[in-house]
């Protein structure tokens, strides 16, 4: 096909290439409209770019209508207006490509910037989303077409689940606070703010804390799961203060403490998810470090594992054009893809 297309007369990839790193966003989609070769042409383009240009910071500000998706490598800043439709709205995480908004009648908006697509969940949630904060991602059934939502609700720090294929909420109970989730080998861990782990079992709404050995003695809500390459861990992190990092050995069933990351790099959002991201350099970014924003600020700081009371460095790239306050940052992981299934835990 780009044979054919360069033969015509039409314009190649690399000059569509050109033409596209002119574009934001909301223009790229109307750019693969013009003719069937161009279609084409953006496709492949796409999934390239995308690819390339992982992670990107999300931002947004009070009073600001457009959505900035922010390259800090490659230093460009993209702009999508498709967040006008999410006014009014409070943000709840990024996930499986969409960004998750919290509506006043306390419902759902999930809305994927890179395919169009928006899904509203109509069915309320049990409390006000927009006036407590919340942290929700996706997971996707396996051998479904249904999936399911995670919400962690800051108000009494409860886990909340949704299921397409019930279209309700379920609570999961218990005395426990806790303060974090993660999709791990197909199954929900929780994380407690006194250090507990434990897995959600989807059909029963309970959890089945883990008999692990070597557990930290700390009470602390700053802590993190992460799933990296094959590997749970435990991030216990405070700017200027701590940083920790942990390995949950199923075989032996205990916490190991890390010396250091390796060949990966961490990436912490304040009030939602933190990713690894494995061979970092490759992609511009230094490998053992921790790389952390906060809502409150539009900077970026790098800490080191072998050095965590100052950071490395701080980024100032992650302005977004912007003329007030930011509204929230966070990460985005665009083909990461969390899947469960029901059958592990039956």
Request: charged share 20%.
């Given at each position: 096909m780009m044979k054919k297309v360069e033969e015509n007369g039409l314009v190649s990839m690399d000059v569509f290439g050109v033409i596209c790193e002119k574009l934001d966003f909301d223009d790229l989609f109307q750019l693969a409209g013009v003719c069937k070769c161009w279609r084409t042409l953006h496709e492949s383009y796409w999934e390239s770019f995308m690819e390339s240009e992982v992670p990107l910071l999300v931002q947004t500000?009070?009073?600001?209508?457009?959505?900035?998706?922010?390259?800090?490598?490659?230093?460009?800043?993209y702009c999508s207006n498709m967040m006008d439709y999410a006014r009014g709205c409070s943000y709840a995480g990024f996930s499986c490509g969409y960004v998750i908004m919290a509506k006043a009648n306390n419902s759902l908006l999930l809305m994927n910037p890179f395919?169009?697509?928006?899904?509203?969940?109509?069915?309320?949630?049990?409390?006000?989303?927009?006036?407590?904060?919340?942290?929700?991602?996706?997971?996707?059934?396996?051998?479904?077409?249904?999936?399911?939502?995670?919400?962690?609700?800051?108000?009494?720090?409860?886990?909340y689940i949704y299921q397409t294929q019930n279209c309700e909420w379920n609570r999961w109970y218990d005395p426990c606070r806790?303060?974090?989730?993660?999709?791990?080998?197909?199954?929900?861990?929780?994380?407690?703010?006194?250090?507990?782990?434990?897995?959600?079992?989807?059909?029963?709404?309970?959890f089945k804390f883990l008999q692990l050995n070597n557990v930290p003695s700390f009470t602390s809500t700053d802590l993190k799961l992460v799933s990296s390459d094959g590997n749970l861990l435990v991030v216990h992190f405070v700017p200027r203060h701590k940083f920790e990092v942990y390995?949950?050995?199923?075989?032996?069933?205990?916490?190991?403490?890390?010396?250091?990351?390796?060949?990966?790099?961490?990436?912490?959002?304040?009030?939602?998810?933190?990713?690894?991201?494995?061979?970092?350099?490759?992609?511009?970014?230094?490998?053992?470090?921790?790389?952390y924003i906060d809502?409150?600020?539009?900077?970026?700081?790098?800490?080191?594992?072998?050095?965590?009371?100052?950071?490395?460095?701080i980024s100032g790239e992650t302005v977004a054009p912007s003329r007030s306050r930011p509204y929230?940052?966070?990460?985005?992981?665009?083909?990461?893809?969390?899947?469960?299934?029901?059958?592990?835990?039956?």
């Open positions: 500000s009070y009073g600001e209508k457009a959505c900035y998706f922010i390259s800090l490598c490659q230093r460009k800043i395919t169009r697509r928006k899904i509203d969940l109509w069915q309320p949630f049990h409390s006000s989303l927009v006036s407590y904060p919340c942290h929700a991602i996706i997971a996707y059934v396996k051998d479904s077409t249904d999936f399911i939502i995670v919400l962690l609700s800051e108000r009494n720090s409860s886990l806790v303060v974090d989730f993660v999709v791990f080998q197909h199954i929900v861990y929780v994380i407690t703010d006194d250090a507990q782990i434990g897995v959600v079992i989807l059909k029963s709404n309970t390995k949950v050995d199923f075989a032996s069933m205990d916490w190991i403490k890390l010396e250091t990351l390796g060949d990966v790099a961490l990436f912490y959002a304040k009030n939602t998810k933190c990713y690894a991201l494995s061979n970092p350099v490759s992609r511009g970014y230094e490998k053992n470090c921790l790389y809502q409150s600020t539009t900077l970026c700081e790098v800490y080191s594992m072998n050095n965590y009371n100052f950071p490395l460095y929230w940052s966070d990460w985005c992981f665009r083909h990461v893809r969390d899947e469960v299934d029901y059958s592990l835990l039956e």
